[in-house]
């Protein structure tokens, strides 16, 4: 999985007004976990999240991306807000 593909899967789920997916495999590099998979960061802003507690709103980001460990994601950093919150 890239970068490109996790913001397609988010922007077509989720519908934010916000989205950044970054790549940070690179700041892992020879650490164990590396050689699981790929690591992201994710800053994602969607009225779906108004009202919900952060593991709600990881669980609406993890339900849209799918099994990651399948698809070579070892680490995903997510920040998930609603319009609105600072």
């Known amino acids: 999985m890239t970068a490109d593909e996790i ?5 077509a789920a989720l519908q934010p007004t916000t989205l950044q997916v970054q790549d940070d495999s690179h700041l892992h590099a020879g650490h ?3 050689r699981e998979g790929r690591h992201f960061s994710v800053q994602i802003s969607s009225a779906r999240f108004a009202g919900l507690a ?5 669980r ?5 991306l799918g ?6 994601v070892h680490a995903l950093a997510i920040v998930a807000k609603a ?3 600072a």
Request: charged fraction near 20%; proline fraction near 7%; charge should be positive.
């Open 7 to 11: 913001h397609a899967r988010l922007q």
């Open 67 to 72: 099994p990651l460990a399948a698809q070579g």
């Open 60 to 64: 609406l980001v993890y339900d849209a």
């Open 83 to 85: 319009p609105g919150e």
């Open 32 to 34: 164990a976990g590396a």
């Open 54 to 58: 952060r593991v709600a709103r990881h």
